[in-house]
């Protein structure tokens, strides 16, 4: 009985060590040729190869290293009877309620026009805006949506949220539901997404969402890039429903050289950064699970198959 960690970037060994230092009776390995195929129960994966999780004959778990699980069960080889588990953590949770506010922050005082000013030598003061008059609406009010809107509510901002299901008393608006969306959307001047990947999500942030928000508004999108349609992005800017965008996730990560979201004045990037899992204090959840999958006892924070998320 052991764990193979499955990544597609560098952090395999820091995950693989802080993994076996949870409790050194378990064997945890880095993918590769010489894992033991038969002894896996258990694969911790962050985009991992497509297929690789079939490697594993008596894999008994499928645990994501990250919050969003969208690259699990899109795996066509993945086995559908396998439970599959995923993030939960206070400082994930956080770290992305500390980026939304910097970028709410940054947008109502114009930073980045004064970033563009400044590298065009340019002296061109505007008027602004305060926080009490910024309406931030959220979607997605999940594990990292409810801790964003704890924070912008505490600092101040009008907030309002669209969620899948009603939610009660969370102190602000909100909407759910298709027949909730065009009024929620309405009293948005900046649009945080954090919905998960889901067939029920892919392409809503189109041309008629965008068509429903107050002209001029700033959407952020924080939550996977399949969920933008980056054509109607554009037009959208365009036209001047939207003023600005700010995108982590993109369709195709790293975002290509040549993609027009890279030269278009008013797209903001970051490289997937929004919030990173902090594997010193996510390992502990994953040893938990581990433990619980072997020995049948309740999981925790395991995704529901048939909802996607
Ligand atoms: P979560 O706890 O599962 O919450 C998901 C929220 O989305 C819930 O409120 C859910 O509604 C709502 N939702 C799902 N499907 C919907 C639909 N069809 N219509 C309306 N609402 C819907 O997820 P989370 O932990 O907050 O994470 C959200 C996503 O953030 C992840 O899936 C991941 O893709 C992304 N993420 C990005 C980064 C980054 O660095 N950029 C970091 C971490 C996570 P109900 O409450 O009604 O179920
Ligand atoms: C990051 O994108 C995550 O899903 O945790």
């Known amino acids: 009985m052991a764990i193979v960690v499955i990544r597609n970037d560098e952090k395999t060994p820091q995950w693989v060590s802080l993994l076996q230092a949870q409790d050194p009776e378990i064997p945890v390995y880095a993918y590769g040729p010489a894992v033991p195929r038969k002894a896996i129960t258990m694969a911790a994966v962050w985009k991992h190869p497509q297929g690789s999780t079939a490697e ?26 396998l439970p599959v588990m995923r993030v ?33 030598s340019a002296w061109h003061p505007r008027p602004y805006n305060r926080i009490a008059n910024l309406r931030v609406g959220i979607m997605g009010l999940g594990q990292l949506g409810m801790a ?3 924070l912008l509510a505490k600092t101040g901002f009008p907030l309002s949220g669209w969620a899948r299901t009603p939610k009660p008393d969370p102190g602000f608006p ?16 900046v649009l945080v997404c954090l919905l998960p990947l889901t067939p029920a999500t892919r392409g809503i942030l189109d041309r008629k969402l965008f068509s429903n928000l107050p002209a001029g508004a700033l959407m952020i999108n924080v939550a996977r890039g399949p969920l933008l ?13 939207l003023s600005a965008a700010w995108l982590d996730v993109f369709h195709e990560e ?12 008013r797209v903001n990037i970051t490289p997937h950064i929004a919030s990173v899992s902090d594997p010193a204090s ?4 994953i040893i938990t699970n581990y433990k619980a999958l072997m020995t049948g006892a309740p999981l925790r924070h395991q995704v529901d198959l048939q909802r996607g998320y």
């Not at 922050?105 to 004064?114: A, G, I, K, N």
């Open 56 to 81: 594993f004959p008596n894999l008994k778990g499928i645990h994501g290293l990250g919050a969003g699980v969208d690259f699990i069960l899109e795996d066509p080889d993945r086995d559908p009877a």
């Open 88 to 120: 939960v953590d206070p400082y994930l949770a956080s770290d992305m309620a500390e980026y939304i506010l910097a970028l709410v922050m940054s947008h109502l005082r114009q930073l980045p026009e004064y970033g563009r000013d400044k590298a065009n």
């Open 148 to 150: 964003v809107a704890r």
């Open 174 to 189: 909100v909407f759910h539901g298709a027949a909730g969306q065009a009024e929620f959307l309405s009293g948005c001047d």
């Open 229 to 241: 349609e980056e054509a109607d992005l554009l037009l959208a800017l365009d036209a001047g429903n």
């Open 254 to 265: 790293p975002l290509p050289a040549g993609h027009p979201f890279w030269k278009h004045p």
């Open 282 to 285: 996510v390992a502990g959840q």
